[in-house]
Nanobody, 126 residues
Framework: QVQLVESGGGLVQAGGSLRLSCAAS????????MGWFRQAPGKEREFVGI????????YYAESVKGRFTISRDNAKNTVYLQMNSLKPEDTAVYSC???????????????????WGTGTLVTVSS
């Protein structure tokens, strides 16, 4: 079992930056690929990006590529989402999620995640 708690959300102006954190509790954090997702009001949840277990490989949605960066610190059981050049359309509740992956291979997303956090709200004003 893995519990995930996000933090770092808030209000930011367009063009600004924000860093989200996701702290994991439970065993074997380093065996989980970690992903970030977002859900805007009235819209379906959207994949943002994912990082592999070792932190050496990432994969992003086209809408955030070049602006968002995912990193992780396995010693602290924490994954981060650095968001730069924020746009009003980035406004959403951002959630982290974990997927067990003992292989340690490159980051990928196939639609399945095993554990979810409750999310943190990011609001980008124009």
């Amino acid at each position: 079992q893995v519990q995930l708690v996000e933090s770092g959300g808030g209000l930011v102006q367009a063009g600004g930056s924000l860093r989200l954190s996701c702290a994991a509790s439970g065993r074997s954090f380093s065996f989980y690929a970690m992903g970030w997702f977002r859900q805007a009001p009235g819209k379906e949840r959207e994949f943002v990006g994912i990082i592999n277990t070792k932190g050496g490989s990432t994969y992003y949605a086209e809408s955030v590529k070049g602006r968002f960066t995912i990193s992780r610190d396995n010693a602290k059981n924490t994954v981060y989402l650095q968001m730069n050049s924020l746009k009003p359309e980035d406004t959403a509740v951002y959630s982290c999620a974990a997927r067990f992956d003992y292989s340690g291979g490159p980051a990928y997303y196939s639609g399945r995640m095993d554990y979810w956090g409750t999310g943190t709200l990011v609001t980008v004003s124009s």
